[in-house]
């Protein structure tokens, strides 16, 4: 295995594209096959992966063709743990883009098969590779904000009409909702900054916009580049949506983790712009990431003052490579590493859980009035996640 990788790609849909950063990720690795059920799936393959690439209709048949020793699983996501846990099984080692599943229960299901058979398992949450992050993560290790006590998240997902709101995103069955589908990304970075898992969590938020669009459609053979415009605006004047239009346009999440740090999310996907905006706020004062790609900034205001828009120290964003296209590569080649060399991986398949579990239950109670829900533990011989990442922070320099 290590003189070349040979990976199929499962779904052909919008995250796809993966398979195209593969040969580029480890050395030797290819993408030999695909798998579709739909035949402009499989001609999608064909264009990405070129002529020469096996196309399948299932995993079935990519299983009794063989020669395949990783799969990238970029599947609408009711699908991602029934195939996580089938290739597992069969001794291919999984790659499963976020969210690991859409429940807590299947999440832990796919740990448990990946537990049992010994196959490498991996989750592309991503974000722990973006650029902005990595900074946040350096600032608090190196201790320039003492000790995190709180972080706020804000998402404004000014894309969100046209990126979840016209195919299966839209549709609770599918998706469960966009706290578990997009904001499993947030929920990873919050527990990746603050060392910590939520253990209580309280979510609120509506379908107050889209959900009055009456303009829908099916889209066969379509994905989200086709539809995706910046002239679809305004958001209530979208048309072509998802015939089912039940997850929440606007959401909000309260969390308690395991270390005593409180967290805040809040997801919109009507507002005009898109971007994350981060605030860590510790014991010896906070930051906050101005922009989240190349050219933005991370401030930190760690001496007392009115108001400053600047703060007291400012550490630059470098992501030439453009955000998620980086941070695609970066988490793939962690994969592969993995996989040829059992090299540790930045994060773990139970923090893919615990980001399922939290966005699933936040779900659950901002649907049935705001309830507090507490997360469940992980299954019985889950591997913890190393110590190192449960950090604080070490000693400033000027100490």
Known sequence: MSAGLRVAVIGVGNRAALGRLVPGSWPGAVVVAAVDPDPSGRDRARALFGPDVAVHPDVDALLAAGGVDAALVTTPDDTHAPLAIRLLRAGVAVFVDKPLATTTADADAVLVAAQETGTPLHVGHNLRHWAVVRVMRDAIARGEIGEVKAIWVRHFVGNGGDYFFKDWHADRRRSGSLLTQKASHDIDVVHHLAGGYTTRVVGMGALMVYGDVTDRRERPGQIAPDWTSHANWPPHALTGL??????????????????????????????????????????????????????????????????????????????????????????????????????????????????????????????????????????????????????RPRERADD
Not at 259 to 281: E, K, L, M
Not at 306 to 313: F, I, M, R, Y
């Open 242 to 391: 998802n015939p089912v239009v039940d997850v929440e346009d606007l959401s909000m999440l309260m969390m308690t983790l395991d270390n005593g740090v409180v967290a805040s999310y809040q997801q919109c996907h009507f507002t005009p712009d898109y971007w994350r905006s981060y605030t860590v706020i510790g014991t010896e004062g906070r930051l906050e990431n101005a922009g989240d790609t190349d050219g933005a900034v991370v401030r930190v205001w760690n001496r007392r003052l009115e108001w400053s828009p600047t703060g007291h120290v400012e550490h630059p964003v470098h992501d030439p490579a453009g955000g998620h296209l980086g941070a695609d590569a970066a988490v793939l080649a962690e994969f592969f590493a993995h996989v040829v060399d059992g090299a540790p991986t930045t994060g773990s398949p139970a923090d893919a859980r615990q980001a399922v579990a939290v966005g699933s239950l936040g779900a659950e109670s901002l649907r049935h009035g705001c309830v507090p829900l507490d997360v469940p533990p992980l299954p019985a011989g889950t591997p913890p996640p190393r110590r190192a990442d449960r950090h």
